[in-house]
C-alpha cells in the first residue's frame, strides 16, 4: 500500500511538469498517428509518455548512444498502445529497454527429436521479456514511428507481446479482457482469424495480415495490434470480426482516426 502510495505521489508529479517543447517536436515529428489522435488523447499519450521515460531503465547497446529524442519516440510508440485503457499500470512490469543500432545475435533454442535442446543464435530485430527488458533495433523502431513501412511496427508489436503476458509469463494471444461479452467473443474470433490466416499463407494466398502472425497465436495477437493501430480502416473492412474484438480490448477506434 505505501509503495502503491509513493508510486501514484511519484506519478502526479512527473505528470504535472511542463511536457518539455523538444519532446513535443520529437513526437510530432517521430509519430505519424499524433496527427490522427483527439486531443484528449494527445494529452494522456504525453503524460503517459513522461511517465515512461522517466520510470525505465534504457540502455543503448552494442555502442548505440541513446538519446532523449530516442527514448521518447520509443516511449510514443509503446504508450500509444494504451491510451484507450483506464488505468497506467499496463507496462509496469517492463523493467528496462534495451536499443541496438540495428539487428542484434539473440539466444535461438531448438529442441532435438531426443528430447534435449540445440542452442544457436539468430540475427533479431527485437524481442520481449517477461519481467525483463524489451528489446529494440532503433532504426526500426524509428522506421514505425514514422509509419514508414504501414502495418510493420516493431514497437507495437514487441509491446503488444507485454500485454499478451499480463495475466501470467506465457503469451498466448489472449491478454486481460475486462468484459465478460469480450471474455466469450475473443477465443471465437481470434481462432477463426488465426486459422484463415494460417490457410491463406499455406496456400499462398494473398492476406492483410503478414503471415509471421501464422507462427503462432500470440504472434497473431501481436500482429494484429501492428495492423490494428497502423491500418485500422482496411482491417475493419476485410476483417470485421477482428477489427471489433481489438477495439473491444484497446478500446480505441483507429478506423475513424485521421
Known amino acids: 500500500m505505501l509503495l502503491q502510495w509513493i508510486k501514484s505521489r511519484r506519478r502526479r508529479r512527473i505528470a504535472a511538469a511542463p511536457f518539455p517543447e523538444t519532446w513535443e517536436r520529437w513526437i510530432q515529428c517521430g509519430l505519424a498517428h499524433d496527427a490522427w489522435i483527439d486531443d484528449g ?28 529524442e530516442m527514448k521518447v519516440i520509443i516511449a510514443a510508440q509503446a504508450c500509444l498502445l494504451v491510451i484507450g485503457l483506464p488505468y497506467d499500470e499496463h507496462f509496469d512490469h517492463v523493467l528496462s529497454i534495451l536499443v541496438y543500432p540495428g539487428s542484434y ?52 508489436h514487441e509491446f503488444a507481446h507485454q500485454l499478451d503476458m499480463l495475466h501470467g509469463r506465457v503469451a498466448d494471444g489472449t491478454p486481460p479482457l475486462e468484459s465478460r461479452q469480450l471474455a466469450e467473443k475473443w477465443p471465437i474470433v481470434m481462432e477463426a482469424e488465426f486459422r484463415q490466416l494460417e490457410d491463406a499463407c499455406h496456400r499462398g494466398r494473398p492476406h492483410l495480415l503478414d503471415c509471421y502472425g501464422a507462427t503462432d497465436r500470440s504472434e497473431f495477437f501481436a500482429v494484429a495490434t ?5 491500418l485500422g480502416r482496411d482491417l475493419e473492412r476485410l476483417h470485421p470480426a477482428l477489427y471489433e474484438v481489438m477495439c473491444g480490448f484497446y478500446q480505441v477506434d483507429p478506423a475513424r482516426w485521421g
Do not use: M, Y
Open 41 to 68: 488523447q494527445r494529452k494522456k499519450l504525453r503524460r503517459l509518455v513522461s511517465i515512461f521515460v522517466a520510470e525505465k531503465n534504457w540502455e543503448g547497446c552494442r555502442g548505440l548512444v541513446l538519446t532523449d
Open 105 to 156: 545475435l539473440g539466444k535461438d533454442v531448438e529442441p532435438t527429436r531426443g528430447g534435449g535442446v540445440i542452442e544457436g543464435r539468430e540475427a533479431r530485430l527485437g524481442e520481449t521479456i517477461w519481467r525483463g527488458p524489451v528489446v529494440l533495433s532503433w532504426p526500426h523502431a524509428k522506421a514505425g514511428g514514422k509509419r514508414l513501412f504501414p502495418g510493420n511496427n516493431l514497437v507495437f
Open 226 to 230: 501492428e495492423h490494428f493501430f497502423e
